[in-house]
């Protein structure tokens, strides 16, 4: 009489849930930026993953895009990464992630930058309304 002893296996299997459980959060993108609030509908998911350009609080620039998303860049290197993937894709999403305390002078010089990078539209990126407060007419 064969019988298969499963109790090996799912002591495994808890053991790698655990292990993914913890390693999860750490893997999400580590620029902290404090996005505004606004009321505005999600827009559909695109086809394929967009380049997201983050502002932090002290003006510095992000790019998830190469190996040290989390690293600051430079404008030059900024507008020539993205000069690149737009020639190669030019339907890939651009989105601006900036810092709610960051001038508005700011943002609109890293959005000329984008646009002289060859990106035709650029969207920004906000943290919804909260439930109990309505968007403004």
């Known amino acids: 009489m064969g019988e298969i002893n499963v109790v090996p296996y799912i002591d495994v299997m808890l053991v790698l849930?655990?292990?993914?459980?913890v390693t999860a959060p750490l893997l999400t993108q580590g620029v902290q930026v404090d996005l505004p609030k606004a009321g505005?509908?999600?827009?559909p998911d695109p086809k394929q993953e967009p380049l997201i350009v983050a502002l932090d609080s002290q003006g510095r620039l992000f790019l998830n895009l190469g190996d040290h998303k989390s690293a600051p860049i430079d404008e030059a290197a900024l507008s020539g990464r993205i000069h690149?993937?737009?020639g190669r894709t030019p339907e890939t999403p651009v989105l601006?992630?900036?810092?709610?305390?960051?001038?508005?002078g700011r943002v609109m010089h890293v959005m000329v930058l984008l646009q002289q990078a060859g990106a035709v539209r650029?969207?920004?990126?906000?943290?919804p309304l909260p439930a109990t407060q309505a968007p403004p007419s």
């Open 17 to 21: 849930l655990i292990i993914f459980m």
């Open 40 to 43: 505005a509908a999600p827009l």
């Open 84 to 86: 690149s993937v737009l």
């Open 96 to 104: 601006l992630k900036a810092d709610a305390r960051i001038a508005y």
């Open 122 to 127: 650029v969207g920004f990126v906000t943290d």
